[in-house]
């Protein structure tokens, strides 16, 4: 059986393939990912992340990059991404994986 915890990380690993179009690291370990909330009665599963800047032309493709990499999952009916802006994002939030995407990867 899945559990939520185990739903919530399947969920991480499909957000690792979602990359930032200008920077070319995925946007879990760019620290663009808040929180995932999955409800298993309800099936839905609630995305909070940020851009790397307000007013990101490229949002809402982000989003439905998102959304489709999520849409396949087993279990989840309804996907819910929250745009927020506070915290800012900065770049002390990439992970040690991203900041060695960055590094290597230009």
């Known amino acids: 059986m ?3 915890k185990k739903k919530i990380q399947e969920i991480k690993n499909q957000l690792k393939q979602v990359l930032d179009p200008e920077l070319k690291v995925n946007i879990v370990d ?3 990912v808040y929180n995932i909330a999955y409800d298993l009665a ?3 599963v ?3 992340m940020t851009l790397t800047t307000i007013g990101c032309p ?3 493709m ?3 990059e998102v959304k489709e990499k999520l849409k396949d999952i087993e279990g989840i009916k ?3 991404v929250e745009l927020v802006w506070e915290p800012a994002w900065n770049q002390n939030m990439i992970t040690e994986e991203g900041k060695q995407q960055l590094k290597f990867g230009w």
Request: hydrophobic share 30%.
């Open 46 to 48: 609630h995305i909070q």
């Open 30 to 32: 760019l620290g663009l």
């Open 58 to 60: 490229l949002g809402p």
């Open 42 to 44: 309800q099936r839905k």
């Open 62 to 64: 982000i989003e439905k």
């Open 78 to 80: 309804e996907i819910e």
């Open 2 to 4: 899945n559990t939520p």
